[in-house]
């Protein structure tokens, strides 16, 4: 999280140097120019190390990149909160991003801040009456339950209940359902959508490790079939879907994973011990699940409620 401002200090220009190059490295190479201009550094030494290549412009004004051209990802993030100014956070789709509940970074850089600073080029910059924040890798964000309300406005249901199903797994994030439902309780904008996602809460979408098995639990859901439980262990194998009670098990044969001789060979040995313990194994590709989805549901139930009598993975 960017520090806040320092008082001035009487630096030396050598020991001046050094305490920036230090700031710069913990903010990610992102630094100011009030933070420049506490530790003593003066507008044109500011102006000298432009010249000469120790700071670098970024988009924000007042904003520099130290000693490099291009700021990394999380020096991004530091630079538009230094920009937004202290007690800013990242918000909505960013703050979804950085804890890991959605995949793709964002376009824009999401930040509530304080004041009056203006958004501009990548970034958006809200002003709440209130930001309750805190700490993750390194960087503020707000509460979840105020990020789903303005994420609301970019995803679709489907985005936010895999949003919920991922927070609510996840130990790490400060989350509950109650205090989800009690943060919209007064109807503030964007609650409408958070609440449809959570009245249709799927916790089974969190355990699901690409866009593959989510599409697949989302049919079993769309179809009315019981919702199996994606990656559960067996031995050494970790089946993609799994029926405990039915000890049915579904493999999703993505193109680019079940192709080569090596894969198949790994598939056919995965396969054949599951098979020992005493589950049916059954196998669709990702343009049945994708163009097919009446036949996969099908398929699927009669495995749900024909007896086991030696039926095999592939008599489809």
Partial sequence: MPPALRPLVPYGPQLAAEAAGELAERQDWAIGRLQLLALGIGSERIKSW???GRLHPTPYRGIYSW??????????????LLFARKGSALDGLSALWWQGLLERRPDLIHIDAPGYAASRQDLRIRHPREINRHVHKGLPVVDLARALLVASADLE?????????????????????PSLQEAIRHGPV????????????LPALARCANDFEIDFVLLCERHGIPIPEPNVKKGRFVPDMTWEEHKLIVELDGTDAHSSQAQLASDARKQE??????YTVIRFTWPEVQFRDAWVAAETRASLTTPRTGRRA???
């Fill in 67 to 80: 000693g490099r051209a291009e700021l990394p990802e999380k020096g991004q993030l530091s630079a538009g």
């Fill in 273 to 278: 011990w599951l098979e020992a313990q005493g």
């Fill in 190 to 201: 964007g609650s409408k959508a958070v609440r449809a996602a959570m009245a249709s809460h």
């Fill in 50 to 52: 432009l010249r000469s």
């Fill in 314 to 316: 592939g008599t489809r």
């Fill in 157 to 177: 249901i489907n985005s936010l209940r895999l949003v919920l199903a991922r927070a609510d797994y996840d130990k790490r994030i400060p989350f509950s359902l």
